[in-house]
């Protein structure tokens, strides 16, 4: 056995189903994960001695590629004076004063230590806010593993939210209402179903966790207006997005403002760090300020914050990032569409600047239903080709690829070539 079979062998023993991330499994490809030993730009090394141009970037968070130097020497600079306090430091002061200048329409920021706490403080100062209970989420959209966030939608026209794992309370799904992504009337209806109960919709503005899905023309800003007519928040979950679309994100690029964002991955750089933002009437309702609770032991940790106050300064000083990124983003998009024609290989790609899902269905794709429709027993043979090819996507059909400022357009012709050889194979 290899150090990778051994390695899962001892992990299945001692953590369920041998990881920490259920996706990190390999399970819906079938494979076994390959256990990383290091990361150099835009490569991963495994404790086989494997190396892969990697396409998973750390779920997104690493725009920069791994063991970015400038990132490294802050983080090594940061941990010469110790690693945590359990007080404030100058580095959160910098870091949220950053995120409040890149960001429209914020004015305070709270840090937490990922997205899901990101994304479960925001529903409760929602809720907390407005004085209402009830949450609008899209079918296919994910915010992380919070109660009530995993929840699908019931059956039939009145059916409140049914839970999605064991665990869920059914009285925390049923305050959660589950609409089609880019269907504005089915979210019309809820609203007038459940008139003056509803506090936030919340959206990923890119879809991105059933596979890359963008808005439709006039849903998001559709999405403002019906939330302005019923006095509920609109929270942009930009946990994927945020800092990665553009410098500052969804309401940047597509001029509609959310009364909440979200954000986790970039921000720290590759340490775990969420948060959520808000304008100050908002946020003043947190505590100490306000009397929606909440708090956290590592929340602002120096050496995590280090990391991506590092990152964002960077992304901030240098936003021809966000060309460079969005242009490679195009060019493994037009070389995957070329190549599914090529072998006749029905697939049809999703993509926002430099995320991107090839999904193995006729498309188009626009909603959870359809995203579900795709074939992931094609998706898992054009895994594990491209993997053996040296090219490591992500281990399902319903992520995304993230592009990094260090992937070349060298190495993305060489993908290419992997994914010609790949597909042929796999043609009808
Ligand atoms: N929301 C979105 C849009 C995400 O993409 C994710 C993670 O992929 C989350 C929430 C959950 O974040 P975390 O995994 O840091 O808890």
């Known amino acids: 056995m290899g150090n990778t079979e051994t390695l ?17 499994a390999f399970g819906a490809v079938h494979g076994i994960p390959r256990f990383i030993e290091k990361g150099e730009g835009s490569q991963i090394y495994d404790v086989d001695g494997s190396v892969c141009t990697d396409y998973v970037c750390s779920w997104g968070s690493l725009i920069l590629g791994h063991n970015h130097p400038d990132i490294r020497r802050m983080v090594a600079e940061t941990i010469q004076d110790g690693l945590s306090f359990g007080a404030p430091t100058r580095l959160e002061v910098a870091m949220a004063e950053l995120m409040v200048h890149m960001v429209p329409n914020v004015d305070k920021v709270r840090i937490v230590n990922s997205g899901t706490e990101a994304v479960m403080s925001a529903l409760r100062l929602a809720r907390g806010f407005t004085g209402r209970e009830k949450l609008i989420k899209f079918d296919g959209c994910s915010h992380g593993h919070c109660d009530s966030m995993l929840v699908k939608a ?45 506090a936030a919709v919340i959206v990923e503005p890119v879809a991105v966790n059933m596979g890359v899905v963008p808005p439709e023309p006039g849903f998001l800003a559709g999405l403002r207006a019906l939330c302005d007519q019923n006095g509920a928040l609109l929270i942009f979950d930009e946990i994927s997005t945020g800092f990665r679309i553009a410098p500052g994100g969804a309401q940047e690029v597509f001029g509609v403002r959310a009364d909440m964002v979200t954000f986790g991955k ?10 959520y933002a808000a304008r100050g009437e908002i946020m003043d309702d947190v505590a100490p300020a306000g009397p929606v609770y909440q708090a956290g032991t590592f929340s602002g940790n120096p050496v995590a914050i280090a990391a991506g106050l590092a990152q964002l300064t960077l992304l901030h000083e240098h936003p021809e990032i966000y ?74 059909q319903f992520e995304a690829a993230f592009l990094s400022s260090a992937h070349t357009q060298a190495e993305l012709e060489q993908t290419l070539l992997t994914a010609d050889t790949v597909l042929a194979e796999m043609a009808p």
């Open 266 to 275: 970039v921000i720290g750089g590759g340490m775990p760090v969420g948060a």
């Open 8 to 24: 899962f062998e001892r992990a299945k023993k001692v953590m369920p189903g041998g990881v920490n991330h259920p996706e990190c």
């Open 323 to 396: 060309v460079y990124t969005g242009a490679l983003g195009k060019q493994l998009e037009r070389g995957f569409r070329f190549l599914a024609q090529k072998h006749r290989i029905p697939a049809t790609v999703g993509r926002f600047h430099s995320l991107l899902t090839l999904f193995f269905h006729n498309g188009p794709v626009t909603c959870g239903k359809q995203a579900r429709e795709s074939s992931t027993e094609a998706y898992a043979a054009f895994f594990n080709g491209m993997l053996a090819g040296g090219s490591y996507f992500a281990p399902s």
């Open 154 to 198: 019931g059956s039939g026209v009145l059916a409140t939210g049914q839970p999605d794992s064991p665990g869920v309370p059914a009285g925390t799904a049923k305050d959660t209402l589950v609409a089609t992504y880019n269907d504005l009337t089915e979210v019309e209806r809820l609203f007038a179903e459940h008139n003056g109960e509803i």
